[in-house]
């Protein structure tokens, strides 16, 4: 916190083991000569917020293992010439907060902590660091590197955690990092990498956490990713990809929550998607899928909550799934499916909410579903059905 000091002088510490907060808060330093922090072994917050620092030295930091918070907020540092970092091993936030615009080609040969170490480096066009096979938390690492148009093809193979790992990064085309097969955790990953077009056919196989992961990438086109069946939660996983015209013939079998999974994909026309069985929760699933013509033969045999699941699907005019026969909760569940004419015979004999069920299904003709005499509210149910001349003789 010696914020009147602009330069430290070329002073040897060689002997210097803890470096801990050393020039934390030194916010007019400019100018970093001293020498021999070879031996030093902790630079947690060595120079946090050194926000007037552009260069920083190439000097060696061979021994160092912890360089948790080390540069961050160095809001003017733009040149990163320090070398020996393939000691360390806590690298939390880092970087996080500067002015790098390339990353050097530096080994972090023993790092197992990377959470947050370059988020928010907005200017970040390039990214050359190497050696992160051995990191194993990646979580919101490059958040909101908001230049960033490639991520490399780096492996990240020992990597379990990579919530947020890459959210908002707004000018992402490319994406070639590999081994991201031991990765549990992808919650909010991707989200909103509005550039990215593709999502290459990488094994997320020992994922369980997608939520959000995919959410708001509306230039995504492709998606060929593989090894979701080990999923549970998919909730907003692919919300408002809404350039998205197919979704793959992936097994989704271990997934257990859908909530607003498909939400806004208004260009979808194909869903082939499987292994949908197990799945509870369907709130608004496919909600404003405007596109989607056909809803396949898909088994929902442990679905409970149908909110607003196909909800505003104005170009349906064919459903086939089976099994909501659990189903309890059928809120607006079809809700302005415009084009649907019939109702197929479906049983939904445990469910208890229809309120707004069928409302404003305008072509409906024809109603063949059974088992609604579990029912208790039915308010707006059929409203706005002006097609169904007749009521069919279904107990209330």
Same mark, same amino acid.
């Given at each position: 916190?010696?914020?009147?000091?602009?330069?430290?002088?070329?002073?040897?510490?060689?002997?210097?083991?803890?470096?801990?907060?050393?020039?934390?808060?030194? %916010?007019?330093?400019?100018?970093?000569?001293?020498?021999?922090?070879?031996?030093?072994?902790?630079?947690?917050?060595?120079?946090?917020?050194?926000?007037?620092?552009? %260069?920083?030295?190439?000097?060696?930091?061979?021994?160092?293992?912890?360089?948790?918070?080390?540069?961050?907020?160095?809001?003017?540092?733009?040149?990163?010439?320090?070398?020996?970092?393939?000691?360390?091993?806590?690298?939390?936030?880092?970087?996080?907060?500067?002015?790098?615009?390339?990353?050097?080609?530096?080994?972090?040969?023993?790092?197992?902590?990377?959470?947050?170490?370059?988020?928010?480096?907005?200017?970040?066009?390039?990214?050359?660091?190497?050696?992160?096979?051995?990191? +194993?938390?990646?979580?919101?690492?490059?958040?909101?590197? %908001?230049?960033?148009?490639?991520?490399?093809?780096?492996?990240?193979?020992?990597?379990?955690?990579?919530?947020?790992?890459?959210?908002?990064?707004?000018?992402?085309?490319?994406?070639?990092?590999?081994?991201?097969?031991?990765?549990?955790?992808?919650?909010?990953?991707?989200?909103?990498?509005?550039?990215?077009?593709?999502?290459?056919?990488?094994?997320?196989?020992?994922?369980?956490?997608?939520?959000?992961?995919?959410?708001?990438?509306?230039?995504?086109?492709?998606?060929?990713?593989?090894?979701?069946?080990?999923?549970?939660?998919?909730?907003?996983?692919?919300?408002?990809?809404?350039?998205?015209?197919?979704?793959?013939?992936?097994?989704?079998?271990?997934?257990?929550?859908? +909530?607003?999974?498909?939400?806004?994909? +208004?260009?979808?026309?194909?869903?082939?998607? %499987?292994?949908?069985?197990?799945?509870?929760?369907?709130?608004?699933?496919?909600?404003?899928?405007?596109?989607?013509?056909?809803?396949?033969?898909?088994?929902?045999?442990?679905?409970?909550?149908?909110?607003?699941?196909?909800?505003?699907?104005?170009?349906?005019?064919?459903?086939?799934?089976?099994?909501?026969?659990?189903?309890?909760?059928?809120?607006?569940?079809?809700?302005?499916?415009?084009?649907?004419?019939?109702?197929?015979?479906?049983?939904?004999?445990?469910?208890?909410?229809?309120?707004?069920?069928?409302?404003?299904?305008?072509?409906?003709?024809?109603?063949?579903?059974?088992?609604?005499?579990?029912?208790?509210?039915?308010?707006?149910?059929?409203?706005?059905?002006?097609?169904?001349?007749?009521?069919?003789?279904?107990?209330?």
């Amino acid at each position: 916190s010696c914020t009147s000091l602009t330069s430290f002088p070329a002073l040897d510490l060689s002997a210097g083991t803890n470096f801990t907060a050393a020039w934390n808060q030194c %916010t007019s330093l400019s100018s970093f000569l001293a020498t021999g922090l070879d031996s030093g072994t902790n630079f947690t917050y060595a120079w946090l917020n050194c926000t007037s620092l552009a %260069t920083f030295p190439a000097i060696p930091l061979t021994a160092g293992t912890n360089f948790t918070q080390a540069w961050f907020g160095c809001t003017s540092l733009t040149s990163f010439l320090a070398t020996g970092l393939d000691s360390g091993t806590n690298f939390a936030s880092a970087w996080r907060n500067t002015a790098l615009a390339t990353m050097p080609a530096i080994p972090l040969t023993a790092g197992t902590t990377f959470n947050n170490a370059w988020r928010d480096c907005t200017p970040l066009t390039s990214f050359l660091a190497t050696g992160l096979d051995s990191g +194993t938390d990646f979580s919101s690492a490059w958040q909101s590197c %908001t230049n960033l148009a490639t991520f490399p093809a780096i492996p990240l193979t020992a990597g379990t955690n990579f919530t947020q790992a890459w959210f908002g990064n707004s000018l992402l085309t490319s994406f070639g990092a590999t081994g991201l097969d031991s990765g549990t955790t992808f919650n909010n990953a991707w989200q909103s990498c509005t550039a990215l077009a593709t999502f290459p056919a990488i094994p997320l196989t020992a994922g369980t956490n997608f939520q959000s992961a995919w959410s708001g990438c509306t230039s995504l086109t492709s998606f060929l990713a593989t090894g979701l069946d080990s999923g549970t939660q998919f909730s907003y996983a692919w919300y408002q990809c809404s350039a998205l015209a197919t979704f793959p013939a992936i097994p989704l079998t271990a997934g257990l929550y859908f +909530t607003y999974a498909w939400y806004g994909n +208004t260009a979808l026309t194909s869903f082939l998607a %499987t292994g949908l069985d197990s799945g509870t929760s369907f709130l608004g699933a496919w909600q404003n899928c405007t596109a989607l013509a056909t809803f396949p033969a898909l088994a929902l045999t442990a679905g409970t909550n149908f909110t607003n699941t196909w909800y505003g699907m104005t170009s349906l005019t064919s459903f086939l799934a089976t099994g909501l026969n659990s189903g309890i909760d059928f809120t607006s569940a079809w809700g302005s499916c415009t084009s649907l004419a019939t109702m197929p015979a479906i049983p939904l004999t445990a469910g208890l909410n229809f309120t707004s069920a069928w409302d404003q299904c305008s072509s409906l003709t024809s109603f063949l579903a059974t088992g609604l005499d579990s029912g208790t509210n039915f308010t707006f149910a059929w409203r706005g059905c002006t097609s169904l001349a007749t009521m069919p003789a279904i107990p209330l």
